[in-house]
């Protein structure tokens, strides 16, 4: 997969988990979970957009993404789910670092990295606190 290919995945699956947290927060009134929620609701949204200006600079055009939705039955299935999407998103995130195709590249990977490890703490602090 070549660096292109790995932001147009990112840049899908950022808006997909933007999507799926707006809908998560529907299925709990926990304060603290909604606030847990909201930060990287926020974040995701946030990489969505730096990884579709990345793509505008690399290709002079913006990627048009699937919009598939995630789909889960309870909110603590959601949690979990969550949680391994941010730990596999950090991996990407890292492995793409090691093919940045110019300068501009680094800041957006590096910040989506380190905010999904932030990412999954919260969701790793929700999922245990639901056991």
């Given at each position: 997969m070549t ?129």
């Open positions: 660096f292109l290919e790995k932001l147009e995945k990112a840049i899908t699956d950022e808006w997909k988990a933007y999507h799926f947290y707006k809908e998560l927060k529907t299925k709990t009134n926990n304060p603290l979970f909604l606030e847990f929620i909201e930060e990287p609701m926020q974040d995701e949204k946030k990489h969505y957009e730096m990884f579709q200006y990345l793509h505008y600079l690399l290709t002079g055009n913006y990627y048009e993404n699937e919009q598939e939705k995630v789909k889960f039955t309870t909110f603590k299935e959601g949690v979990l789910m969550a949680l391994k999407d941010e730990l596999e998103a950090a991996d990407f995130y890292r492995d793409m670092l090691f093919e940045l195709p110019n300068q501009q590249a680094y800041q957006p990977l590096f910040t989506a990295m380190t905010d999904e490890m932030n990412h999954a703490t919260r969701f790793s602090t929700i999922y245990n606190s639901l056991k």
